[in-house]
């Protein structure tokens, strides 16, 4: 039975590491792992709940200029994996899936000479104007560095399965209570990380807002996302107004003194 998961993972990983071969497709975020996951632990409602539970946390996780983020495919995959063989809920996929990430992730970075030289030569056949070799090694940057690292994760799962099921198994209850705070805590300092890409002056108001309707005003999730749809819509059409005022006030300021 082990076999054919392990099988099944290494696929889900390779399908997961070239989600950006036609577009972005969004099949490596961990709400989607997580349910694929649990469909191939034989629990698949327990994978969409952890799914879901670690894209909270992953939410802020993107790559933006030199910054890497953790590498939640392995996090997600193996964090989900792990808890829904220990039998445990989302708080031990989340604490699992942290430090597993970030390992996965450091690892990784070994592959990034072998992606300079790929880069290197498509660089080299660019500037030839050979476009078939060009092409060639745009495909062999994109698959060879990601694919060469692709059994780790299947591996992982094979060999630790077992290991890390009898150590969780053994934890006292303490540590496994600690373990479902800080797997509470993590979903926020996901939303931290978004908060601190998109914060500023012009939406913290909105942020504000939103948080006085659903703790003070008891309004549901649904009843502020539409309120904000409206919002937007109107604050929109007003931007729009006061566009086209400007736009008729500059044209007739030549003759305003008659």
Known sequence: MIAIQTLLITLLVIVARCHTMFGTSLVNRPIVLGAMTGLIMGNFTQG????????????GAVSIGAYIPPDMVSGT?????????????????????????????????????????????????????????FEREYWLTGFIPKLIFVPITPLAFYFGSDAVVSLINMLPKFIIDGIGIAGGLLPALGFAMLAQMIMNRKVVVFFFLGFFFVKLLGVGTTGVAIFAVILAVVLVGIEKNMSNIQKVANTRGDFDEF
């Open 48 to 59: 969409v709940i952890m799914g879901a539970t670690l894209e909270l946390a992953y939410v």
């Open 77 to 133: 995959i193996l964090g989900t994996a792990f808890a829904i063989e220990a039998g445990m809920g989302p708080e031990t996929a989340l604490a699992l899936s942290y430090p597993i990430a970030a390992a996965r992730q450091a690892i990784g970075t070994l592959g990034t000479p072998l992606d300079l030289w790929f880069l290197h030569r498509c660089d080299k056949y660019a500037a030839a104007g050979d476009v078939k070799k």
